[in-house]
C-alpha cells in the first residue's frame, strides 16, 4: 500500500449528501478480477452520458478539477454496497483524501486498506472547505497527515481526529496481514479454547 | 460483571487480542464468499504465498452475476467478464479447499440465503462476508457485516479482522403490526426514521414484541437492512424460533453438541440494565405499509402519502430530494398510488425466502397482472424455488403471468442481464434505490412482496389492505 504523509493539491466540490458507492463506481464495472484500471469508470454515470460523452457540468469534467486529488463531499459519503471497487476506483483515478461531515463505515475501513485518507470534520468546517475548495485550480488544499491538519489554499487551518493505529498503518503503508500474522500465536491459543467451549463451531 | 448487551456478549467471546489503544482482533467463526469481491483477494494470497487458514469455515457461492433464466447452464447466456468472475470462484473454492456450491447445485443460491438454510449461520457466531446484506444473519443473535476485499483476503489468511467496538443502539418495536404491515415495513420505516447515516458507528439491536412475533425470515428481512440505516450490523436475540430454525439443518450441530450449544445460546440476550448508547422506540401499530418514492432508502412514506417537494426538506437533502425527484421523473403532491410501474422484482435477500413468495402468492392468486407488466419472481435459492413449486406457489405466480426464475440476486443490482431500460419504473422488494441500481436510468420503489404483488395486478403502486379487503 502506497505511504500517505502530505499532499497538497486541488480539491473538487461535491456538496451532494450521500454519494453512494453506486454512483462512485457503478455495478457494470465490478466484473473484474483486478484491482486497477477503475478510475476511467470513477462516477461514470454522472461523468458520461450514455454514449460514453463527457457531462460538462460534472465536477470532475471540468478543466479546473481533471486533476483533483482531494474531495471534499455531502454527509454520509460512500454509503450502500461493501465494493472496494469505489475506493479503488478513486485511488485509481488520482484521489488520495475525502472529507465529509459523515462516511459509511465499510467505505470507511476500505480506505485506509488502499492509501486513501477518509477525514471527518464538523459541518462548519465542511462549509469553508467547500467553499475554498470551489476557488478552482490555483487554489490548493493541504491535507497533512502527521500534524492531522488540513489547511485551505488562504491558510485556515483546521485539526482532525484519527484513530492512532490507522494513522501509524496509512503513514507507514503497512500490510494488514502482515502485522496480523504476527499474533499468530494468540490466534492459535483462541482457536484451542474455542475448540472447547464452543465446539460446534 | 456488569450487565451487557448481547453485542458486548458475542463481542467479548471473539476478541483474540486487544491493542492499549482499544484496536481488537476479532476472530471469525463464518466466512461467506462469493464471485464478485473475491477475486482479487484469492489473487492476494496466491501472490504472497498464504493459504486459507481455516477452508472448513469458509463457504463460497456464486450469485451476483449468475443468470435466472432456465437456459442458464448454456454458458452463451452469461457475459464474457461474468463467466471470468465465476469460473474464478469454481477455481478458486477448488484450489484453497473451501465449501462451494455451484451454479449446478439445487443448493446454489444468493449467500445471505444459503448460509442460514444450510446450517452454517448460528447464533452467537461472527459472521463476515465481502457484502452489505451480510447484516442479514444477524435475525440468528449472530454478529455480522460486510467487509471490503481487503478485509476478505485478511480473513482468508488469518480467520480475524481487525475491528473496534462499535456503540450499542437499541430499536424496540412495540406492539403487533396491523394486517397488511410485514417485516419489510418495519425495516423501512426505521431508515425512514433514523436517515441512511443515523445508525453509523452503532450496531442496532432490534427487539420488542413486534420483532419476537417475526418469523425467522420476517427478522432476516429486518437486519438485512441494517447496513441501509448505516449501521455496521443489526441483531435479534435468538429464542425458540431461532433454535427451531436451526435444528437438523446440515451444518447444525446434533446431539450432545447441540444440547452444548443451546445451553449456550440461551445466555445470549442482554442483560437486565445493559447500556444503550441511543435507544429508538417505535409502535408496531403505527407502521402502515410503505414504499420509497426517491433515490435514497430513507425517502420511504406510507402508502397512503403524497409525493414531497424539495422544499420540505432543509440543508443537503434539499438538492438530494430535488435530484431525486428529478431522476425518479415524479411531480410534488401526486399520490404515490397514482405511481404507474412497467416492472415488478420480487426477490433479492432482503425478500427472496419462502415466507416472502407465500406472501406474494396469497395476494396473488387467482389474480393476473396488469397487461403489458413485466413481472418476475427469483427464489433466493434453489431450495427456496424447490419448496415454493411443492407448495403451489410457482404456479400462482406463473398463472399469474409472473416469470419464474432459476436463484441468484438478479435484479437486485443487475449484474446479471435482469435489468431496468433507462426511464422504465419498478415496484421492487430488494434494498437499494440508488441512481442506475437496477439498470442505468431506471426508477426502483422499494416495498414489501404483498405490496409489490399488489402493484403486478393494478400496474400502479397500491395500498395493499385494499386489496385484501376484497377477499376477506
Redesign the interface.
Known amino acids: 500500500m502506497e505511504k500517505f504523509t502530505k499532499l497538497t493539491g486541488i480539491a473538487a466540490p461535491m456538496p451532494l449528501v450521500n454519494i453512494d458507492t453506486d454512483m462512485i463506481i457503478p455495478k457494470q464495472f465490478l466484473k473484474t478480477i483486478k484491482r486497477s484500471g477503475l478510475g476511467a469508470n470513477l462516477f461514470d454515470e454522472m461523468r458520461f452520458t450514455q454514449d460514453g460523452a463527457e457531462i460538462e457540468s460534472f465536477v470532475l469534467n471540468q478543466p479546473a478539477y481533471r486533476k483533483a486529488e482531494v474531495i471534499v463531499a455531502g454527509d454520509n459519503f460512500g454509503c450502500g454496497s461493501s465494493r472496494e471497487h469505489a475506493p479503488w476506483a478513486l485511488l485509481d483515478f488520482g484521489i488520495r483524501s475525502v472529507i465529509s461531515t459523515s462516511f459509511a463505515d465499510i467505505f470507511y475501513n476500505n480506505c485506509f486498506k488502499n492509501g486513501i485518507l477518509p477525514i471527518v470534520m464538523p459541518p462548519e468546517v465542511v462549509e469553508i472547505l467547500m467553499a475554498d475548495a470551489q476557488k478552482g485550480a490555483n487554489a490548493r488544499m493541504t491535507v497533512d497527515l502527521e500534524s492531522q491538519t488540513v489547511t485551505t489554499s488562504d491558510g485556515q487551518s483546521f485539526p482532525f481526529d484519527l484513530d492512532p493505529f490507522r494513522k501509524h498503518c496509512l503513514m507507514n503503508g503497512l500490510d494488514d496481514i502482515g502485522l496480523t500474522m504476527e499474533k499468530a500465536a494468540s490466534i492459535d491459543t483462541y482457536e484451542t479454547t474455542a475448540a472447547q467451549s464452543r465446539p460446534w463451531v | 460483571m456488569s450487565p451487557r448487551t448481547l453485542y458486548d456478549k458475542i463481542w467479548d467471546?471473539h476478541v483474540?487480542?486487544q491493542?492499549d489503544?482499544g484496536?481488537c482482533?476479532l476472530?471469525i467463526?463464518r466466512h461467506l464468499v462469493h464471485e464478485?469481491?473475491s477475486?482479487?483477494a484469492f489473487?492476494g494470497l496466491r501472490m504472497?504465498g498464504?493459504t486459507v487458514?481455516a477452508p472448513e469455515?469458509t463457504i463460497a457461492v456464486p450469485d451476483?452475476?449468475v443468470p435466472t433464466t432456465l437456459d442458464r447452464a448454456n454458458a452463451a447466456t452469461m457475459?464474457e467478464?461474468?463467466r471470468?468472475?465465476v469460473e474464478?470462484l469454481d477455481k478458486n473454492a477448488k484450489d484453497f479447499g473451501i465449501h462451494y456450491y455451484p451454479v449446478s447445485d439445487v443448493r446454489q443460491g444468493i449467500v445471505h440465503i444459503v448460509g442460514p438454510e444450510q446450517g452454517w449461520t448460528?447464533p452467537?457466531?461472527t459472521v463476515v462476508c465481502?457484502?452489505?446484506h451480510?447484516a442479514t444473519h444477524g435475525a440468528f443473535g449472530a454478529l455480522a457485516?460486510?467487509?471490503?476485499?481487503?478485509?476478505v483476503?485478511?480473513v482468508l489468511?488469518?480467520?480475524?479482522l481487525?475491528q473496534?467496538k462499535s456503540k450499542n443502539l437499541k430499536v424496540e418495536i412495540t406492539g403487533s403490526l396491523r394486517p397488511g404491515v410485514t417485516a419489510k415495513d418495519i425495516t423501512l420505516s426505521v431508515i425512514g426514521e433514523t436517515?441512511?447515516?443515523g445508525g453509523?458507528?452503532y450496531v442496532i439491536e432490534y427487539c420488542g414484541q413486534a420483532i419476537r412475533e417475526l418469523s425467522m425470515e420476517g427478522r432476516m428481512t429486518v437486519c438485512n437492512m441494517a447496513?441501509e440505516g448505516?449501521?455496521?450490523a443489526g441483531l435479534i436475540a435468538p429464542d425458540e424460533k431461532t433454535f427451531a430454525y436451526c435444528m437438523g439443518r446440515p451444518h447444525a450441530?446434533k446431539g450432545a453438541?447441540?444440547e452444548?450449544?443451546m445451553a449456550?445460546w440461551k445466555t445470549l440476550f442482554t442483560d437486565e440494565g445493559a447500556h444503550f448508547d441511543k435507544v429508538i422506540t417505535i409502535k408496531g401499530e403505527d407502521i402502515a405499509p410503505v414504499v420509497t418514492w426517491g433515490t435514497?432508502p430513507?425517502d420511504v412514506l406510507p402508502i397512503t402519502g403524497t409525493v414531497p417537494a424539495a422544499s420540505d426538506f432543509k440543508?443537503?437533502?434539499v438538492?438530494?430530494a430535488q435530484?431525486s425527484l428529478d431522476y425518479m421523473g415524479l411531480t410534488p403532491g401526486m399520490k404515490l398510488t397514482d405511481i404507474k410501474i412497467d416492472t415488478v422484482f420480487i426477490g433479492s435477500c432482503t425478500n427472496g425466502r419462502i415466507e416472502d413468495l407465500r406472501a406474494a402468492a396469497a395476494i396473488l392468486k387467482g389474480k393476473k397482472k396488469k397487461d403489458g407488466l413485466r413481472a418476475m419472481v427469483v427464489p433466493g435459492s434453489g431450495l427456496v424455488r424447490a419448496q415454493a413449486e411443492e407448495e403451489g406457489l410457482a404456479q400462482i405466480f406463473i398463472d399469474a403471468g409472473f416469470e419464474w426464475r432459476l436463484a441468484g440476486c438478479s435484479m437486485c443490482?443487475?449484474?446479471n442481464p435482469d435489468q431496468l431500460a433507462?426511464g422504465e419504473r419498478c415496484a421492487a422488494t430488494s434494498n437499494?434505490n440508488?441512481?442506475?441500481?437496477q439498470g442505468?436510468?431506471g426508477r426502483t420503489h422499494l416495498l414489501s412482496p404483498a405490496m409489490a404483488a399488489a402493484a403486478a395486478i393494478t400496474g400502479h403502486l397500491t395500498d395493499v389492505r385494499e386489496l385484501m379487503s376484497e377477499t376477506v
Open positions: 467471546d483474540v487480542h491493542a489503544d484496536t482482533l476472530y467463526d464478485v469481491t477475486p482479487q489473487e504472497t498464504r487458514r469455515k451476483h452475476n457475459t467478464d461474468s471470468i468472475q474464478a448460528l452467537g457466531m465481502g457484502d452489505s451480510t457485516h460486510g467487509i471490503g476485499t481487503s478485509e483476503e485478511h489468511a488469518t480467520q480475524t481487525i473496534k436517515g441512511t447515516g453509523t458507528g447496513i448505516g449501521a455496521r450441530p453438541a447441540w452444548a450449544a449456550y435514497s430513507e440543508g443537503g437533502k438538492e438530494a435530484r443490482l443487475a449484474m433507462p437499494r440508488f441512481e442506475g441500481r442505468r436510468g
